[in-house]
């Protein structure tokens, strides 16, 4: 039924001109029908009376008298119709009403207006073509309503003859939203122990269409057997299904309904068919029991083979939206690469996987030696929802206090489906591995590739295994071979002692330098005094030897630089006398010294002889 939808206000509504309070009131065809005839004729007859008197004005007004006030007030009489409401199933439109007023002979008459924007740019108010004048309280007004996703505001009020009530209140609505969707055509086929169905969208063969996109119709099917104990089952199917998992011999009953998911709209339900199923005619040459294994994006389809004799085989596919078209797919199947004749039992058919947003379907054809052939069942398979999530690739390396893993995405780092399709985080699990069994398992989750573990133990075997999962696809992949790892010995003792030692060291400088410093500048004075770095003048070398020890060394251990004054003469002639006062003068001055010796008179001769050379 229909559904009150809260809107923008409409511009109050024109009142009509049929609605005319004068109308109601005026003469006309109704006062012509009750008075016109014998007030007429009264009128005329009295006038031509001869001597008339005054009875034709009186029975005039006296019609007049009776009819006015009933006419006027026929309007109050008659109750508006209430409960407004529009059914729609497709595009059949079905517009109802109550009426609680004990009139007879009443009739009901509705107009409509319909708007093109929601500022209130309506049209004026027109008759529903289909409910005018009619005497039950519904009417089909299919063919006046065809703009199905504008507003539209639909009244309705009770007549008798000139009698009109007040409209009801106004029905707004959106045709398309409050639509139902109709049951779907549906025809059956038994054959060979299935049943073929055959679906068409609600509207199929209709000129005007409420559902424009008939292709996203979704089809829920009941089906069960047509006995007294029935057990119903639903699935989803496609226009063109087939049904192979029945009893043979066996009346199946069914029906259909149609729907549209994005509009969570559910259709009504298509009228029961039943059909009786045949015996199912199976060769032993058949593929059966069509499996399919994936791991890491990689397909491959299994099959079973029981025949004894020769028999080759077909791997064959169909993308899976072709399913959801109306027409016959039948002739679409196409051969996978590398599985057509074989013997093999098994077909790698990754190939074909050209996207992961379809759908694919494959079945085995298998060929026998007399060249009869054979279906298989079909598989339907999903990419990202058939494959399954392998265990990752995990390295462990240890440091001064973290314990490092690095993990490798399922599939390898090539392959990108598994690392950006299933947006993968990883599960990793750690433990101390020793001898105590009761030793906590931790966990621990992250999305990337690299985890850092710390608090870690010195000198302890630590174990750690990782497992990927998708939250997205709700799938999970084993746990990887477990890893292990010794962490280094406890380092905190050697920093001690080094620390301690670089202390100490600071503090030996630090006390130790100003000592240095001191004891070498009583070492500097002590060997200023016992030690002195000039010896005495010659002239007092000798003196007080008797009475003084000398402190200083003597001339055998500490040999004596000999020094001698030369004094320049410019003179030309030197007189010899004046030669031998300066030798004697000499003598003299080297004999007042405290001592003497060989070497120094040698070095005495040696430069009384550079002295005669030179005056020479």
């Not at 596919?317 to 078209?325: D, H, N, P, S, V």
């Not at 985080?425 to 101390?432: A, D, T």
Request: some cysteine; overall charge neutral; glycine content about 6%.
């Amino acid at each position: 039924m229909g559904q009150r939808l809260v809107l923008p206000p409409a511009p109050p509504p024109r009142r009509p001109r049929a609605a005319a309070a004068p109308r109601a009131c005026a003469t006309g065809r109704g006062f012509r029908q009750r008075c016109g005839a014998g007030g007429t004729a009264g009128w005329m007859g009295g006038g031509a009376a001869a001597g008339g008197g005054r009875g034709a004005p009186a029975a005039l007004l006296s019609c007049l008298l009776a009819v006015l006030p009933l006419r006027c007030g026929g309007q109050a009489n008659l109750k508006s119709p209430q409960d407004i409401q529009v059914y729609i199933v497709n595009t059949n439109f079905t517009l109802s009403w109550n009426y609680t007023g004990n009139d007879t002979g009443v009739t009901f008459s509705a107009e409509y207006r319909w708007f093109e924007d929601f500022d209130g740019n309506g049209t004026e108010w027109k008759e529903l073509p289909g409910c005018q004048n009619v005497t039950r309280m519904e009417c089909d007004c299919s063919s006046a309503i065809t703009k199905y996703y504008e507003m539209h505001h639909v009244r309705v009020r009770a007549e008798r003859r000139e009698e009109v009530s007040p409209w009801s209140s106004t029905f707004e609505m959106i045709p398309y939203f409050i639509a139902q969707i109709g049951p779907p055509g549906v025809e059956l086929q038994s054959t060979n122990g299935a049943i073929k169905i055959k679906v068409s969208p609600p509207e199929a063969n209709r000129v005007r269409k409420m559902w424009i996109a008939h292709l996203s119709f979704k089809y829920n099917l009941v089906i069960w057997e047509n006995s007294s104990n029935a057990e119903f089952r639903s699935q989803t199917i496609f226009p063109n299904h087939v049904i192979d998992d029945l009893a043979p011999d066996t009346t199946y009953c069914l029906k259909v309904q149609a729907t549209l998911p994005l509009d969570s709209k559910e259709g009504l339900f298509s009228p029961v068919h039943c059909v009786k199923t045949t015996r199912k005619v199976t060769d032993l040459f058949c593929a059966t029991n069509v499996r399919v294994l994936a791991l890491n994006m990689k397909f491959h389809l299994h099959w079973n083979n029981t025949y004894k004799q020769h028999v080759t085989y077909n791997v064959q596919y169909l993308i899976g939206y072709l399913k959801k078209l109306d027409d016959d797919y039948s002739m679409k199947w196409l051969n996978v690469p590398g599985c057509e004749n074989i013997t093999n039992t098994q077909c790698n058919f990754s190939s074909i996987i050209a996207t992961t947003f379809g759908f694919y379907y494959l079945r085995v054809q298998a060929m026998s030696e007399y060249n009869k052939s054979c279906l298989s069942n079909e598989v339907k398979v999903d990419p990202l929802i058939t494959n399954e999530i392998g265990p990752p690739g995990v390295e462990v390396d240890i440091s001064d206090v973290l314990l490092h893993i690095q993990i490798s995405p399922p599939g390898g780092p090539e392959c990108e489906v598994m690392r950006d399709r299933y947006e993968l985080s990883y599960r990793i699990l750690y433990w101390k591995n020793s001898s105590d069994n009761g030793e906590e398992i931790k966990m621990k989750e992250i999305k990337q590739t690299i985890g850092t573990v710390s608090d870690l133990t010195p000198l302890t075997w630590y174990c750690v295994k990782v497992q990927a999962f998708s939250k997205v696809y709700n799938k999970s992949s084993p746990y990887s071979k477990e890893e292990c790892i010794k962490t280094p010995g406890d380092k905190v003792l050697p920093l001690i002692i080094l620390a301690t030692f670089v202390a100490a060291l600071i503090v030996v400088l630090f006390v130790a330098t100003p000592l240095v410093f001191a004891l070498y500048q009583v070492y500097n004075k002590i060997k200023y005094v016992l030690f002195p770095s000039c010896q005495p003048p010659l002239n007092i070398e000798g003196f007080g030897r008797q009475q003084l020890n000398c402190p200083y060394l003597s001339t055998a251990e500490e040999p004596i630089e000999n020094c001698s004054i030369i004094e320049t003469i410019i003179t030309e002639e030197v007189n010899q006398a004046d030669f031998t006062e300066y030798k004697h003068s000499k003598q003299s001055s080297r004999d007042s010294g405290n001592y003497s010796n060989d070497d120094d008179t040698s070095g005495s001769k040696a430069s009384e002889e550079m002295l005669e050379k030179e005056i020479a």
